[in-house]
């Protein structure tokens, strides 16, 4: 799922709640800070949202009235296939098929910068990783704190951070003291 679906469903929703205000179910005043998150179980839907537990206090309302009353006033969407409120008040939105499959559109389109992100822009790391041991055999296994390293590395400067690498070759200390 993409980012643009999540905006996409934070419209629908802040649509729904101007609707609630302006037939005074909701405070004019009243800011919506709720979240849409992926579910971790498709079960419950491709999305899911805490919005009525977040109003259900301005609306001096249950949670889960307010949920239906949230449901019923979202705008219609081609992408949205199934909409059901669950447990106390979540909402949970199961997107068509088609909709799935957009995020393979983004992928084509945004080619090697998909999955990037500038969310820790300007912030600095430094990831710190150690070479093979010089005093034995070398084997394939030495390579993996190089590729970890690397690895970990490539992740965090693709998420936005400024990673400073430092590469130790282990040539200190005493087992070099007893090999030389």
Request: hydrophobic letters at 40%.
């Given at each position: ?68 009353k949230i449901v ?13 409120i669950a447990g ?71 998420i936005g951070y ?19």
């Amino acid at each position: 799922m993409s980012q643009a679906q999540i905006d996409t469903l934070t419209s629908l929703f802040d649509s729904a709640i101007e609707v609630l205000k302006n037939d005074g179910e909701l405070p004019a005043d009243w800011q919506n800070n709720s979240q849409i998150t992926r579910t971790k179980d498709t079960s419950h839907g491709d999305f899911a949202s805490n919005i009525a537990l977040t109003a259900a206090k301005a609306a001096k309302a249950n949670p889960r009235q307010v949920a239906e009353k949230i449901v019923n006033a979202l705008p219609e969407n081609q992408d949205i296939r199934q909409i059901e409120i669950a447990g106390p008040g979540f909402i949970n939105v199961f997107l068509n098929t088609e909709a799935k499959f957009a995020v393979l559109d983004d992928i084509f389109n945004l080619q090697d910068s998909f999955g990037l992100s500038k969310q820790f822009e300007g912030q600095k790391i430094q990831v710190e990783f150690v070479s093979a041991n010089p005093t034995s055999s070398l084997h394939v296994g030495h390579g993996r704190g190089a590729a970890f390293g690397m690895s970990v590395s490539n992740l965090l400067e693709a998420i936005g951070y400024d990673v400073t690498r430092e590469y130790y070759v282990n040539d200190a200390g005493r087992q070099m003291d007893i090999l030389a």
